[in-house]
């Protein structure tokens, strides 16, 4: 209450699928505003701009940088792989990584059939605001859900597999230049700390296989969370600019990896 | 040295043991923490919009 009054105004009117910062800049989630567009009505110029502006903004940093730096669920679901590495669980049955985007495609599908923003309902990320902010239980049981799935059936079942939002963040990181690169494959181990920790471990693999040329983690699975450069203690990974040449070519990878 | 980590990491220790002692406890925590306090400061933006908007008007 006293930094609003301070500040005078809400720094951000609204929620995260549409809000307005300083009560002037629109913005709004991209996958919201496309299920309103394919249900066949067209919005408000401000939820379009917003949308815009947000597709910029994670364009430039790194599309997935909301499923790691921003989205609540992450928080639900990095306590779920943590549980398991905790209670060393066993590896649990393996489901395409590409079903997020057959997801993003029945949201995007549902409403054009309904007329409805039908995934606005669902949507655990709406759902974890409105249990903070406004003590709402209702959907609870969606967190719930995805806990236990993610502890007990599928390993990080909901963020690297299933979640339509961050398929949407993941089309959208292809263009980032920001990226982690193994600048130092070469110190590599080979100790697996950073397969263990990585919640899209697949992205891993291209940038320290025997042979490899290439030091950035193009994938745009990627989500640019840090944890590899976290738990690396020879210093093998950093954030960079992929279009900085100084870091485009390497002499191949030589150790004989277990890959 | 190499060795080190690789043993350090595949005992009993705890996970990412190697990183902390290498590196220190901040260094081998940096960007969990810093993306805890992102993910919260978005989180408390909202909450100061909603929170205000409940108190003044």
Redesign the interface.
Known sequence: ?P???FLGL???????SS?LLLDTIPLSDPLATLQVLMSGHWPELSLLLGAVIVVGIYALLGGRVFC?????V??ITDLASWTR?RLSLPRTSEIPQNLRYYMLALVLILPILTGFTVWEWLNPVPIV?RA???GAGSGLWILAVIFLLDTFVVERAWCSHLCPTGALFSLIGKVSPVKVAAVRADAC?????CF??CPERQVLKPVLKKGSTQPFILNSDCTL???C???????VFQYKNRFNSKYSNRIPLKVESKL | MINQHRSASKSTTRFGHAAVTELGWWRAHRFLILRRLSQLSVLSLFAIGYFFRFMAF
């Open positions: 209450m930094l609003a009054t809400w720094l951000f009117k609204g929620n995260l809000s790691s730096w921003v989205c609540p992450n928080i590495r605001y903070l902010l406004f181990d080979n100790c697996m700390d263990t920790v969370c840090g944890r450069i976290d738990v690396c203690a020879p210093r």
